[in-house]
């Protein structure tokens, strides 16, 4: 399971650490300006977040010395723990906003549905791994992958969580994009999931499907559905070239800009760090993106590659969306800016999305065969 070997030490990618450590503080900075005000509530926000990055970055330790023979082989385990735990959700789990998606445990409370990410992108990475001897992915070499994703995705769905739902189907079309998939075969599948919207509309609870209308129309309830994205807007194009300055953000501020410490966060940023900030942020961001692809490129077994592209996809689609929703060119869906948003499970399970990234990282530079 741990594997401290002064090998595996020495190939450790320090740029990768550093690029980390930087796009951590990057997000405490604008968690403390975005949570900085009078209100003693909002306050503990940041103290949380501080507590929750410290704690990540031990597990982010932990998850590097462990191989990925370890995952591997549990991955199956890992997927099993994962619904069962949304099951629970499901039946005893925490209620808040209309949301049943946390469990209490103690004083802290574990959103399964983070873990389901990760548990998904592991047993995809097992599954793929035993057929290596496909080229190009046929339907039925696909059926099973549907089946394990569809089944968390439900489950999620039900919470409900549209968001991290989307994010799921997301990760696992990226992987089988990755994998190979002839052309026929991609289009066959696509038009069955776009002829499929209008049944899954009736799914919708009703806040979703204002949410989707008023993405087409923000006007249309501008005091309602539309204010998040209207008063976004506002944040975001007041911040200009070089923004308003640290602390100085008047929609945060002056609490016309609602959950701006956890999806709208990112609002926060251009507004007070301006166009150029914003540009810093999200250069930070891609390259975490372009690293994690240069990570599956080396992978020396298809179980890494597979892992870190999901992983990566996972990071990518997180930030694709929550910036898309910011500016008004995607539907508000709930899905957190990863590093910045406030959130416990999410931070926990982002890095040690990334102490595998890096675990994957050593092994390539460390053994000169493919190893676990």
Request: hydrophobic share 55%; charged share 10%; aromatic share 12%.
């Amino acid at each position: 399971m741990l594997q401290i070997d002064r090998k595996l030490f020495k190939n450790i990618d320090w740029g990768f650490t550093i690029l980390i450590f930087l796009i951590l503080a990057a997000g405490l900075i604008n968690l403390y300006s975005a949570t900085s005000e009078k209100n003693v509530v909002s306050n503990t926000y940041f103290m949380h977040q501080i507590y929750w990055s410290f704690l990540g970055i031990i597990v982010m330790a932990v998850a590097l010395c462990i191989s990925n023979k370890f995952y591997k082989e549990n991955a199956v385990i890992f997927y099993i723990i994962s619904l069962i735990l949304l099951l629970i959700v499901d039946i005893y789990g925490m209620i808040s906003a209309g949301a049943q998606r946390w469990i209490r445990l103690g004083p802290v409370s574990l959103q399964p549905s983070e873990l389901a990410k990760l548990s998904l992108i592991l047993v995809l990475g097992y599954y793929y791994d035993a057929k290596k001897n496909m080229e190009v992915l046929a339907l039925p070499d696909l059926l099973i992958p549907i089946i394990l994703t569809v089944i968390p995705v439900g489950l999620i769905i039900k919470q409900p969580d549209l968001g991290t739902a989307i994010l799921l189907l997301l990760i696992f079309i990226s992987i089988m994009l990755y994998e190979g998939i002839s052309i026929k075969l991609f289009f066959a599948l696509t038009g069955a999931g776009l002829a499929a919207l209008p049944l899954l509309w009736g799914f919708l609870k009703p806040y979703q499907k204002a949410r989707l209308l008023t993405f087409i129309n923000p006007d249309r309830d501008p005091l309602g559905a539309g204010y998040h994205i209207i008063q976004s807007k506002i944040a975001v194009g007041s911040g200009g070239v070089w923004g308003k300055g640290f602390l100085q953000g008047t929609q945060c501020k002056l609490q016309f800009l609602p959950e701006h410490h956890t999806d709208f966060v990112f609002s926060v940023l251009a507004e007070e760090w301006g166009f150029m900030g914003s540009l810093i942020a999200i250069a930070l961001l891609g390259l975490l993106i372009v690293w994690g692809l240069e990570i599956a490129r080396q992978a020396k077994n298809r179980f890494g590659e597979v892992v870190a592209v999901g992983i990566t996809a996972m990071f990518f689609w997180q930030i694709v969306i929550n910036i898309g929703m910011v500016i008004g060119i995607m539907p508000v869906v709930g899905i957190p800016l990863p590093f910045f948003s406030y959130g416990g499970s999410a931070t926990m399970t982002n890095l040690f999305a990334i102490g595998i990234l890096m675990s994957i990282r050593m092994r390539q530079h460390a053994y000169p065969v493919s190893t676990y």
